[in-house]
Every structure is written in structure tokens, then in C-alpha cells.
């Protein structure tokens, strides 16, 4: 019911900035717990920060501060804003639909980011 398509990462030098973003298909997006996720080479892949349909966020606390999460539901989109990069947010970035009523998960297919000089 919902496919997301992640896009906007890249290779940043440390302190550099990127945007990511989330298209959601579908017509389930306003009813979806939005999230963000990374996995960097040989871990596991860790919770970034979320947005509720309200618009309500949380974040990790490694990445307060410099990544910023937001929605536009009329654009079915979701974004990351991702600020002073460093070497350790290098990995690849998941967008995450949990589609609240039906417990549902649904995931992109990741977008990678390099932080490096």
C-alpha cells in the first residue's frame, strides 16, 4: 500500500549538509508514524528520528541538534536535513512508513552517506 523512494544522499566533507527525501506512494502517507533509520557498515540498522502525522518529532540523541525531520502531506514526502556531517554518520539512510491503524511496515530502499574528506 505504500512504496518509498529515498533520495539526496551522497559524499559530504565532515561539517557539510545534505537533504534527503522520501516520496511515499499511495494514499495511506497522512496516516503514517514516519521515521528515519541508518545502518552503517557491519551494524545494525538504528532508529534516526520520527515524525507523526501531527507533525511531532523525535531524535536520536547523536544527531540533536544538527539532523532536522519534517513532512509535507500534501507532497507525500518526508525529509531529513542532515547538518555538521561527520565521519560517523556514514551509512546508508532508510526511510520508514508504519502505518499506525493497520501495524503495518513498509521501507525504501536506502540512500547512502559518505562523510568523508
Known amino acids: 500500500q505504500v512504496q518509498l523512494v529515498e533520495s539526496g544522499g551522497g559524499l559530504v566533507q565532515p561539517g557539510g549538509s545534505l537533504r534527503l527525501s522520501c516520496a511515499a506512494s499511495g494514499s495511506i502517507f497522512s496516516d503514517c508514524l514516519m521515521g528515519w533509520y541508518r545502518q552503517a557498515p557491519g551494524k545494525q540498522r538504528d532508529l534516526v528520528a520520527t515524525?507523526?502525522?501531527?507533525?511531532?518529532?523525535t531524535y536520536v540523541d547523536s544527531v540533536k541538534g544538527r539532523f532536522t525531520i519534517s513532512r509535507d502531506n500534501a507532497k507525500n514526502t518526508v525529509y531529513l536535513q542532515v547538518n555538521s556531517l561527520e565521519p560517523e554518520d556514514t551509512a546508508v539512510y532508510y526511510c520508514?512508513?508504519?502505518?499506525?491503524?493497520?501495524?503495518?511496515?513498509?521501507w525504501g530502499q536506502g540512500t547512502q552517506v559518505t562523510v568523508s574528506s
Open positions: 520508514n512508513a508504519y502505518w499506525v491503524v493497520a501495524g503495518r511496515n513498509y
Open positions: 515524525i507523526t502525522r501531527r507533525g511531532s518529532t
